[in-house]
């Protein structure tokens, strides 16, 4: 049998339930853990890329990364070995749910409150990613996953970290050998997009999550364009869209709209310093708008219950005098 067909067993510990797809330099599947019957997903390097050293390291490094990044809004990794014919695994958490993206495509946009929540969840996941001194470089509505908890509660999780780098490696804009970009032309950041190169910091980051929320929110990009490269190009020359009235069917506050314009802003100098400081704007704008749906309705004045009420009127007389 083949080691990636369907009932083949990874290693003696996994066996593969089906295939969901490829991702980057990996095919990826869903599996179940034959001793502990639980679900989990494993990514293997492609067969077509299990002989180059180069794939081999960046997959290595990927597990390594992900080792450093203990966090319950950052997909875990349970596992790394090889197969039979060589190719790396590695094994993650299984997270029952939808991806931010599929999320929008089949419903829209969230409710804003949601929409906040979720935010500043998948920030406090982004805070340990960069505590661990890695940018992720690939933050797009793919790789943030929805799930829900034992208690009903949704929750953010950010996955896939292959394309991340350590702050201390060097973290330029990168090219393939072909000349591909590396990460998804439509949520990258204008640093990682400019012409020439420039080093890359955890602002990168913000930037693509702040583009990622600014969709959860309006359901549309913050920027028209026909195709992924008028994005950047506007995203190098203009400002966002205002995030209020860009969907008019959503009502957006308007410390929410400065929040997540802030994240978009051009010049990384004018961005939020960091993950810690986006989420406390955010947190803000979750008060203002728990304060909204607590405020008391205004009542009329109320008779005191201890006040006589007024006795009725007679009743009408019926039928002829006597």
Not at 2 to 15: A, T, V
Request: glycine residues 8%; proline residues 7%; neutral net charge.
């Amino acid at each position: 049998m083949n080691l990636r067909e369907p009932g083949s067993i990874l290693d003696g510990k996994y066996e593969i339930v089906q295939r969901l797809g490829s991702g980057g330099m990996g095919e990826v599947y869903l599996v179940r853990h034959v001793h502990l019957q639980e679900l989990r997903v494993v990514k293997i390097l492609r067969q077509d890329l299990a002989a180059d050293p180069s794939a081999q390291k960046r997959f290595m490094r990927e597990a390594r990364l992900a080792t450093q990044i203990k966090h319950p809004n950052v997909a875990i990794l349970y596992d790394f070995s090889t197969l039979q014919d060589g190719s790396f695994y590695m094994v993650w958490e299984h997270i029952h749910g939808q991806d931010v993206g599929d999320r929008i495509r089949r419903v829209g946009p969230f409710a804003v409150p949601t929409a906040v929540r979720l935010g500043i969840q998948a920030l406090h996941g982004l805070e340990a990613v960069h505590a661990a001194g890695v940018v992720h470089r690939d933050l797009s509505p793919d790789n943030l996953m929805i799930t829900e908890d034992k208690a009903g509660n949704l929750r953010m999780k950010i996955i896939d970290l292959g394309l991340a780098r350590t702050l201390e490696a060097d973290a330029n804009f990168e090219i393939t050998q072909v000349g591909m970009f590396m990460g998804k032309l439509q949520y990258c950041s204008p640093e990682q997009a400019s012409p020439g190169g420039t080093t890359l910091d955890n602002r990168s980051d913000l930037y693509s999550f702040g583009l990622v929320l600014y969709e959860m929110i309006a359901g549309l990009p913050p920027f028209d364009s026909e195709n992924q490269h008028g994005f950047i190009f506007k995203r190098l020359s203009e400002d966002p869209l205002p995030l209020r009235g860009r969907n008019r069917q959503v009502d957006v506050p308007a410390e929410l709209d400065r929040v997540v314009r802030r994240a978009l802003e051009r010049d990384r100098e004018l961005r939020f310093a960091d993950a810690r400081a986006f989420i406390a704007a955010l947190e803000k704008v979750e008060q203002s708008l728990n304060a909204m749906e607590t405020k008391e309705i205004p009542m009329g004045p109320i008779v005191s219950s201890l006040e006589a009420p007024p006795a009725p009127a007679p009743p009408p007389r019926s039928g002829a005098p006597r």
